[in-house]
Each structure stands twice: as C-alpha cells, then as structure tokens.
C-alpha cells in the first residue's frame, strides 16, 4: 500500500512576498498604461487625414501646422465659376473664403483608458476627417456682384424699318445676368472639395419680343410693302409706291412693346393730291370786272375736291392687302362752296367821283407819262369787303419795268429830279375819292408844302416804301376803281354800296409863315414858285339817312416853300 506524498507548506511570509511582487508589477504595467494612453491622447489618431494630407500620430499643434502648409493653395487657388457664355474667376481670399483648420481639429485628440478605444487611437487605420471652412457670406456676395459687373450683358432691343420700299428688320439679343445669390450658395457648398462650380444665370429678355417682331413683319409690314396703291378719281389715277409708302410709313412701339404701323396722313394726302390734279376743281368766287365802263358781277361757281378722310381710311385698308386689284381704291369726290359769293352785293351805284387837273405841255410830258402809267395799274381794281387797299402796292414797283421815267419830285422841301414823279397827284386823286365815298382812312401823308391845284389839308403824297396811302373797304360790297384822263383832269370814280353822304369843313388858315427867297446855280436846279407856309383843319363829316354818323378832322402843319431862282445856263 502505498505511502502519501508529503507537501510542504511554504510559510506565510513567502505568501506576502509573493502578493508583493504581483502587486508591484501590476503597478507598473498600470503606470505603462497610463502611461501609454496619456501620450497617445495627446496625439491625432493613427491614418487620420484631412483632405488627403496624413496627420496621425501628430500633436494637434504640428497637425494644424502641417494642413496651414499642405492646404495653402486652397486659398490661393481662384474658384473657376462656368457659364455657357464665360468663365469667372473668384479669388478666395477676396471673397472671405478662408480655411477652419483650428475647428476641423477640435476634438480629434484626448486621452482615454478604454483599452478598445487605445488600440484603435494607436493600430486603427484612422479616419477622413472633414475640412471646416469660414464662409463671410457678404464678403463673397460682394466679389461676385463686382464680377457680374462685367459679366453681365444687356439686351439688344429689335427693330423694324421701312426704308426704299423695303422692310428691314434686325431681331433681338437676349442679355444675360448672374444670380449672385444662387452662385454663392453653389460656391458655399462646393468649396474647397470643388474649385470649379457651375454659375447661375439669369437671361434678360429684350423688351420687344422676337415673337412680336415676327407677328408684325409677317401681318403687317410686308404686305404694306407689298407693292403700289393706286389711287383713282374721276377718270384720274395715281400710282403710291412702296418706295413712297415707306417714306409715308413708320413703325411705332406701344408703352406693352406692341408694333404699331402709323402712317404720315399729310405726307399721303401730298403724293395722292400732287398725282390728281386733273380730278380737282377748284371752286369760283364771284368777282367783279370793268366792261363798257360799268361793273359787272361775275358770279361763284362751286368746285370738287378729294375727301381726305375716304382717301386716308381706304389706302389704309389696301395696306393689308395684296395683289393689284385688292390695292387699287376709290377716292370719293366732295362738293366745295366758293369763299366769296355775290349775294348781297350792290356795285352798280357810283359812291363818288373826283377830279384833279394836272399842269401839261412840254415841262410835263415826264410827269404827265407817270401819271397815266400809274392810273393803268389802277384802274380795275377790286376791293374786297374788309380788304385793304394800298396804293403803294398797287404801283410797285416805281421802275422804268413798270413804264415809270423820272420827274420833278419833292425831296426836303426842294423839288428834284426822281423815278415816278407826278405820282403824288394820283394819290391825291386816289385820296379824295375815298374821302368822299365814305369809307374808312387808314394812311395818307399830306405833301411838305402846300400845292395849290390840290385841294387843301385833303391831298397827299406817295413814296414807296417809306409812305403809303391806304384805305379799308368797310362795306358789304366791293368796290370797284375807275380812273381815265379827260382832257387835263384825272379822273377816279368808286362803284360799290354808297353808305355816307359826306360834307367837307375847311377850317382857317393858321399860324402862317412867309417863304424866302434863294438862288441856285447848279445845273440840276428846277425852279420853284413861293408858297407861304400855315397850319390847317379839315373835317369830314358823314351822313347816314339825314342824321349825323361820324366826324373826322385832321390838322396839317404845312411848311413856307421858298422861291427858287435858277441861274446856271444848263438849268430847265
């Protein structure tokens, strides 16, 4: 049978000893964990990367110094914004684009006691981490809106012309502007992983629609152009062409960018009126003649003229036509009443008539030929109711064309030779007979000194331009000049509505002066008789069925007219 093995019992102190030496070493292998963690706590775990840049293992500080040097070109690199109509180039740092590297490392180093979490921070193959970016949003919107400044196109607006007969057309060209908003938020969210960003843009439409433009040419303006209008008007035509038609055409745009075609209607009226002259005639006003030595009423006729409005609205309606037949229209033709009719009239009664005897023989024959020349441009004359007449016009011009010679004319109170004297005995003539035929005095001029054979303060002088001898027809009748020669006298008769009877009242002579006497021995020196020189009234007073209707006085201050002794040989 066999023995039992004896063990020793080991003493309790080798026991502590034991427990010692296994506490000391846990101690230790703590104090190395510890150890162990605290140092890789202060390091980026192991594989950790930012933008494909290794940083593991790394305090954060060399970390953060390393991605400042590695990523640098990412702020200095320009984003490059595509557009189907150009590239823009934004520069980062301007457009408040700048790195976060101290966010993008926040928390990625720290010490733990997590065995799991140790190993990984020391063996794991890391992470990716995400880069952090600031965005100064209105720095960015700024830098894109300065480059938009330059980027952005406005429209070219469309047009239509008429011009030779032709339609020329230039069509719109859309403009274009960058979204500034929506390119920035594209540029946020893409930056710094994409430094190409598609842009947003916005087209700008011109306000005249390509459409509108199309309609209008298509409808409107070629068939206007088309080809001629013709025009016809009693048996008469005219041709509009379309090279007329587009000087008379022109396109106008509405305030809602609409074409409208406008036609110049004075400027058609012009072509269509110059082409139908022989469809037009004019009215006749009643006039009044001499014959036989008495008036004679010639009586107002009507005429025919276009209607304006039926050429406007047709030739406007051709133009939306084509072909010759549908652009060939009608004028329609309308009666037109003459300005000036002869009901009323009365011109058979003589309103007055006067007589001035003028000197004659061989010293006169210059004067005497004045004379009769200026009665013939007179005589015949009519003077329309309200009319004016004026005796400076009615002789213009004083020319040897008109058959005027020159005579004795009274020039600062000395009588010389000039072109049309004798004239002044007409005007007194023309001057009297109105006076007495009532109407209204508008202008004569008295002559400096006073001439005997002319009837005193009621005589005048002419001198074209300077004075005028005029007077209004203030009745409702013409009146109709009559003048010949007798014998030595003038004679001037007025036919027309007599309305006055009319009295003459010469007052005294006033204030009178006595002439000198001279002498000349020029060869142009014509003699001249003394006249004394004084101040006089005349008054016309006018009658109208026995009462008294009007009262007209006129002084004249006439001038001593010396007397003139010539005594050059050559002298008349």
Not at 271 to 292: F, I, Y
Request: charged share 25%; hydrophobic share 35%.
């Amino acid at each position: 049978m066999p023995q039992p093995e004896l063990v020793e019992e080991r003493p309790r102190s080798e026991w502590w000893g034991i427990l010692l030496r296994t506490t000391l070493a846990l101690l230790v292998l703590g104090g190395v964990y510890v150890g162990a963690a605290y140092y890789f706590g202060q390091r980026v775990p192991n594989g950790t990367t930012v933008e494909g840049v290794a940083i593991g293992s790394l305090t954060p500080e060399t970390a953060e110094q390393t991605l400042a040097t590695r990523l640098a070109h990412l702020e200095s690199d320009p984003v490059v914004i595509e557009t189907e109509h150009d590239e823009l180039r934004l520069q980062p740092e301007e457009a408040g684009l700048t790195l976060d590297l101290e966010e993008t490392l926040e928390g990625v180093a720290g010490m733990t006691l997590h065995p799991v979490e140790l190993w990984q921070q020391v063996a794991d193959d890391g992470q990716e981490l995400p880069l952090q970016v600031d965005v100064d949003r209105a720095a960015l919107e700024a830098e894109l809106a300065r480059l938009a400044e330059e980027f952005d196109t406005e429209p070219q607006e469309g047009q239509v012309r008429l011009a030779q007969g032709q339609v020329q057309r230039t069509d719109p060209v859309e403009g274009h502007r960058l979204d500034v908003a929506a390119t920035a938020d594209a540029v946020q969210q893409a930056w710094p992983q994409q430094v190409t960003v598609q842009g947003a843009v916005e087209p700008v439409q011109p306000q005249l629609a390509a459409g509108e433009i199309e309609r209008f040419v298509t409808e409107v303006a070629e068939p206007a152009l088309s080809g001629p209008v013709v025009v016809r008007a009693r048996g008469d035509e005219t041709v509009v062409s379309a090279n007329q038609l587009s000087r008379i055409l022109t396109v106008k745009e509405t305030e809602q960018h609409r074409l409208r075609l406008r036609m110049d209607q004075a400027q058609l009226l012009e072509v269509v009126r110059g082409g139908l002259t022989d469809a037009v005639e004019a009215p006749q006003n009643a006039s009044v003649s001499l014959e036989d030595g008495r008036p004679v009423v010639e009586p107002a006729s009507k005429g025919s003229d276009l209607n304006d409005d039926s050429i406007i609205n047709r030739v406007q309606r051709a133009l939306q036509r084509t072909g010759e037949k549908q652009r060939t229209v009608r004028a329609k033709m309308v009666e037109v009443d003459p300005d000036r009719s002869h009901r009323g009239w009365s011109v058979d009664q003589v309103m007055s008539e006067f007589r001035s005897e003028f000197p004659t023989g061989p010293a006169n024959e210059a004067r005497t030929s004045n004379i009769r020349v200026g009665l013939a441009h007179l005589n015949g004359t009519v003077v329309m109711p309200g009319e004016q007449f004026s005796l400076a016009e009615s002789l213009s011009p004083i020319s040897e064309d008109r058959g005027y010679v020159d005579a004795g004319v009274i020039r600062d109170g000395r009588l010389v030779e000039g072109m049309g004297g004798g004239l002044s005995q007409v005007s007194t003539t023309v001057l009297n007979t109105a006076w007495f035929a009532g109407v209204q005095l508008d202008e004569f001029t008295p002559h400096s000194y006073y001439i005997s054979r002319y009837p005193v303060g009621r005589e005048a002088t002419i001198s074209v331009p300077v004075i005028d001898n005029r007077w209004t027809n203030d009745t409702d009748s013409p009146i109709v000049v009559q003048t010949w020669i007798e014998g030595n006298d003038i004679v001037m008769r007025f036919w027309g509505d007599r309305q006055y009877r009319v009295e003459t009242v010469t007052g005294p002579r006033r204030e009178v002066v006595q002439p000198e006497e001279r002498v000349d021995d020029s060869a142009d020196c014509l003699p001249q008789s003394p006249q004394e020189g004084f101040q006089i009234t005349v008054t016309r007073v006018l009658y109208r069925g026995g009462q008294e209707a009007a009262r007209e006085s006129y002084t004249t201050r006439y001038q001593p007219s010396p007397q003139v002794t010539c005594t050059h040989p050559q002298a008349p």
